[in-house]
């Protein structure tokens, strides 16, 4: 019966066999390569061909079923077609078998499995998208052989206790989101991608790492005289000024710089009516989260709060400014110390207040410093010395040789830090 077809039907039949054969193997390595969070996209833009791929990705099993049932059914076809033309070029001597079977192999390997799969895993998205469109009926059409096998699938996966995943199982960690982010470079212009890395790292920020500490709080001494009071509003470098009586241990308020000057168009304002303009102290305590800081300004309708340690001592004072700028960097130039706090020098060194955060050192200088525990490179100096350094003291720095230039009242007031290693992170 077979020599009564030709030889030439046979092998179209095996070329297009093979092509079947390709397809479910383009469409497989396509799907299982697709990038899930692009689909998704993909489905909420309300595109058919997404929906479908992911219909058939929410249960991997019966994809897989159809897939590889269409699969080995024409790789076997393909396997009898190339015995019966063996024997019919080569008769049914005891190597026919043989070539019948490196042939077969050959075929499938080449224009089948290898080739496909390739191009499936390069072009997952161009590829996978069209074949949902023929996979979804074909699994309809086959659903219940495919149910009868995946029986003994599922069976057999309950007696090795595994379990497949759930897509909630495909959700990406901070981290994960941080690379993402990282790679995705050429689609995200410079700035953004510095926002958001900036927003990763706001989640381990809390308000000691932003704060301006105490001793650069500017604020109005209202025993000072009425005359020096008004000079210093008046030439003010923030809008928001702490006012307080004898020291910062006796905040009586913050005065709004634009209220004091529209109270002030009438007549000059005296003490009092400095008093009467001022709204209540906003206290926090160290340590909070500055996501959640950003929140609590956002509900309480404030600006400025003073940071205060367990025992109720103010230890600096945080704006909403501060945190606004550690997500999009700094927008204006207000702060009176900002721009005095490090400057580069020729030799690639840099000379650094003994006030400036390590953050800043960090992210303006490209230096590793630590950030878990001192928040200054005062602290920072005197925690690695034990001691109060003398000038000319030289040490080095979490990988950065740093030498101390002047000390002053127990404090590092400035230092010079050259680029070093970075320390290796201790083992966890």
Not at 311 to 316: K, M, N, P, R, S
Request: net charge negative; glycine share 8%.
């Amino acid at each position: 019966m077979s020599d009564q077809v030709p030889l030439t039907w046979l092998f179209t039949a095996l070329a297009v066999m093979l092509l079947v054969a390709g397809f479910f193997s383009i469409a497989e390595t396509s799907m299982m390569a697709l990038n899930r969070n692009r689909l998704k996209h993909l489905v909420r833009e309300g595109k058919r061909s997404a929906r479908l791929t992911q219909e058939l990705l929410d249960r991997t099993d019966r994809l897989l079923g159809v897939i590889l049932l269409g699969n080995n059914l024409v790789n076997a076809a393909s396997a009898v077609l190339v015995a019966e033309m063996s024997i019919r070029l080569f008769g049914e001597g005891e190597y026919t078998l043989m070539i019948a079977t490196a042939s077969v192999t050959f075929f499938i390997l080449v224009f089948s499995e290898i080739t496909p799969k390739v191009i499936g895993a390069t072009y997952p998205e161009a590829i996978a998208l069209p074949s949902a469109y023929v996979l979804s009926p074909l699994l309809r059409v086959a659903y219940p052989v495919v149910w009868f096998v995946n029986l003994f699938v599922q069976g057999l996966l309950r007696l090795m206790f595994i379990k497949p995943p759930s897509d909630e199982g495909q959700n990406l960690s901070m981290e994960e989101l941080r690379t993402l982010v990282l790679e995705g470079g050429k689609f995200i212009p410079k700035k953004h991608q510095s926002i958001f890395l900036n927003l990763f790292e706001l989640e381990d920020m809390t308000v000691d790492d932003t704060m301006t500490p105490r001793g650069q709080i500017e604020g109005i001494d209202l025993e000072d005289d009425i005359d020096d009071i008004r000079t210093a509003i008046a030439t003010a470098h923030h809008t928001r000024l702490v006012v307080y009586e004898g020291s910062l241990e006796k905040v009586v308020g913050i005065l709004h710089v634009r209220k004091f000057l529209n109270a002030s168009r009438k007549e000059p304002l005296d003490k009092d009516g400095i008093r009467a303009i001022l709204r209540d102290p906003y206290y926090l305590p160290e340590g909070t989260p500055l996501l959640q800081q950003l929140t609590n300004f956002q509900d309480q309708f404030r600006h400025v709060g003073l940071v205060v340690d367990e025992y109720g001592e103010i230890l600096g004072l945080v704006t909403l400014q501060d945190i606004l700028e550690e997500i999009v960097g700094e927008f204006t130039s207000q702060k009176p110390m900002s721009g005095n706090l490090l400057r580069k020098e020729p030799d690639g060194s840099v000379i650094a207040e003994g006030t400036c955060p390590l953050r800043v050192l960090n992210r303006k200088a490209g230096f590793h410093f630590p950030l878990e525990g001192p928040k200054t490179i005062n602290g920072l100096v005197l925690e690695a010395l034990e001691d109060i350094p003398e000038p000319g003291t030289a040490l080095i720095v979490a990988g950065h040789p740093v030498e101390v230039l002047q000390v002053h009242d127990r404090m590092v007031k400035v230092v010079r830090i050259r680029a070093g290693k970075p320390a290796p992170a201790a083992a966890g």
